[in-house]
């Protein structure tokens, strides 16, 4: 049965516009958990996010510590957990690691988790079948699961996707793959809840059965964003062109660098500083930061 009119259902559980939210650090480094929460509560109430993702790669979730994570997972389940879904990010190159992960997560209040494909091992379609099998018995939340090869060094290939969708607790995708022929007979062939990992694919990947997007740039386009998929959905694909096309130089532009790190960058500029980077990232380079910082500026004025 081919699933493409399921976008335009009910709300799905994690809901439209999700960011991947940047992990605030103090000047010394350490964890900034009040900043965590302002940050929180501001993408939700402010920019109308519907959920956050915390502990993911622009959550600089490789840097932090297993107790670093727990924290971060309180003070956000707590601060906005009532009115938005928390998703956390657990996958490890460590099946092991990654259930410890899961169950830690289950036990601070989120409402799902998003699973990275084991990255730099490269393991095969068998191993990453397993590796989601394990995982998903670990705990009975919500899982996502996030298909990004050219981080992860290896691609979910279809067969594969599909027979995790037989998983009980396998129920969405990040997709990053960039392959809208793979991501669409996927979605033909499963009920899998897609959500664009790309912010610039989004309203193609809304064009064939996505439901929404774990975005970067919403940090800031979040509005926008979800009036772009709400103008879609509701049938009005000029709108949804218009808005994508207006709004397309910021989604692209938080890419220009690694997106946590022009993320932070524009925080501070806009005075809402989440801030410094813990090594191996570095702030970008200044141009960078303002050729964004001009985009931004020219899509809020339209």
Known sequence: MIHVGR???????????????????ADGGALDLDSARALARRLVDDEGNDGLVVNGTTGESPTTTDAEKA?????????????ASVVAGVGTFST??????ARQAADCGVDGLLVVTPYYSRPPQAGLLAHFEVVAAATDLP????????RSGVAIETATMVRLADLPTVVAVKD????????SMVMSLSDLDYYSGDDPLTLPLLSIGAVGVVGTSTHFSAPAMKAMVGAYLSGDVALARQLHQQWLPVFTGVFAAQGVTMVKAALTALGQSAGPLRLPMVPPAEELVSGF????EVARAH
């Open 176 to 183: 990053a793959k960039g392959d809208l022929g793979a991501s």
């Open 71 to 83: 924290d971060l997972l309180r003070v956000v389940v707590d601060e906005v957990g009532d009115r």
């Open 293 to 296: 910082l001009a985009a931004l």
């Open 143 to 150: 899982i996502m699961v996030y298909d990004i090869p050219h």
């Open 96 to 101: 092991d690691h990654t259930c410890e992960l």
């Open 7 to 25: 976008a335009e259902s009910a709300t799905p559980r994690f809901g439209r516009v999700l960011t991947a939210m940047v992990t605030p650090f």
